[in-house]
């Protein structure tokens, strides 16, 4: 009887066919760790100005408002973004167009109790701090940021459809505390604007696409949690919280997903964006 032999692999290929998935999962995990850090250079305004807040919480007492010092923050923020060209003098128009549309959309709900800025401050009118708008500008500072460093672009973008719903969304978050609340057929409606709409945007040398409305829906997600830490820290405060800090409701995460859509129609027109096939 001759020598035992040691059994042979039935499939030959098995160790390259291991070696490139080992290569795909470790280029994969490449992909997703740049994607952060992308996503994360474009929420610099944001988690600065957060950052800002979480800081105002520990200072000491000064003869200054909190919410002034937040105010004055947010100004040297915006300037500091401009003159290091991380936001262009177009990104800067657009973040102060939001932050005006963001103070017109803080003193209808403030006056409404929908919530509230219960600190004092010389710069607050109707009782909204000024300051308030950054937060709306936050937003409006990260689409900039994420469409230049993410080179994104439109796929059959209705711009027209898109931004009546979108204005019409803003427009609902007022009238439905007199007239009918729209804002489920609103969303059904945008949903079936946008379903033939996608983003294409770049991580390093790849390209890839996601519907607009699934991203409608995460940016919504993530400031639904910047909300909670945003509130948690003071910045303002539901009724729910006046008496000690509770989770922001649920349903406030169906409310950003729908507001990002006013943000978005406004960073496209100054994109100049075109339905490509």
């Known amino acids: 009887m001759g020598p035992a032999q040691a059994p042979t692999s039935g499939n030959p290929s098995l160790p390259g066919r291991v070696s490139r998935d080992m290569h795909a999962n470790v280029a994969r995990v490449q992909q997703l760790l740049l994607f952060t850090r992308l996503q994360t250079s474009s929420c610099a305004f944001a988690v600065a100005l957060l950052a800002g807040v979480a800081l105002s919480t520990v200072l000491p007492q000064l003869p200054v408002a909190r919410y002034d010092l937040l105010l004055v923050y947010g100004l040297l923020l915006t300037l500091v973004f401009r003159l290091r060209g991380w936001d262009s003098g177009r990104d800067v128009l657009v973040i102060a167009v939001c932050h005006a549309i963001g103070l017109a959309f803080e003193l209808v709900k403030v006056s409404l109790g929908s919530w509230s800025y219960p600190e004092p401050a010389v710069f607050k009118f109707a009782g909204v701090p000024l300051y308030g708008g ?3 500008a936050a937003v409006g500072s990260y689409v900039c940021r994420a469409w230049q460093l993410m080179d994104l672009e439109l796929v059959r973008y209705r711009p027209r459809t898109t931004t009546a719903l979108a204005v019409a969304i ?5 009238s439905h505390h007199w007239l009918p609340d729209l804002r489920w057929p609103l969303a059904a409606l945008l949903v079936a604007v946008t379903g033939g709409t996608s983003v294409r945007f770049s991580v390093g040398k790849a390209r890839y696409r ?8 995460l940016i919504g997600f993530f400031l639904w949690l910047a909300e909670n830490i945003a509130t948690y820290l003071g910045a303002w405060r539901y009724p729910h919280q006046l008496h000690g800090w509770q989770p922001v409701a649920l349903e406030k995460f169906g409310s950003w997903a729908l507001l990002i859509s006013v943000t978005f129609v406004i960073v496209a027109a100054t994109r100049g964006q075109r339905s490509r096939g």
């Not at 803003?170 to 007022?174: E, I, P, Q, S, T």
């Not at 996601?210 to 829906?217: E, W």
């Open 134 to 136: 950054f937060l709306y």
């Open 170 to 174: 803003y427009v609902n978050f007022f």
């Open 210 to 217: 996601m519907p607009l409305a699934l991203s409608f829906a």
